[in-house]
């Protein structure tokens, strides 16, 4: 399983990106996913994630609100909308599924 993230750049305060994490060929990949990120000198913590079973989702405090995960079935792909970003959010995020951890795309607000 090869789990392969896009949509990473550089915005500005208060605009929006969306990641998205892809499991060519493995759709049950995309049913569970997590998203983490990597802040600049900081371990990687926690999140967002989905549960395709029961369409759940969590998320940590510093993205309530502001950033929502959703899953495209057809495409077994599984995005992470950003709107309003912070600088706080510049970080390296990942994603993980079925064991396996995306390869990280960056995101950095200035």
């Known amino acids: 399983v090869q789990l392969v993230e896009s949509g990473g750049g550089s915005v500005h305060t208060g605009g929006s990106l969306r990641l998205s994490c892809a499991a060519p060929?493995?759709?049950?990949?995309?049913?569970?996913m997590l998203w983490y990120r990597e802040p600049p000198g900081k371990g990687r913590e926690f999140v967002a994630s989905?549960?395709?079973?029961?369409?759940?989702?969590e998320y940590a405090d510093s993205v309530k609100g502001r950033f929502t995960v959703s899953q495209d079935n057809a495409k077994n792909t599984v995005y992470l909308q950003m709107n309003n970003v912070q600088p706080a959010d510049t970080a390296m995020y990942y994603c993980?599924?079925?064991?396996?951890w995306g390869q990280g795309t960056q995101v950095t607000v200035s």
């Open positions: 993980l599924g079925c064991g396996k």
């Open positions: 060929g493995y759709t049950t990949c995309s049913y569970n």
């Open positions: 989905f549960v395709h079973s029961s369409g759940s989702t």
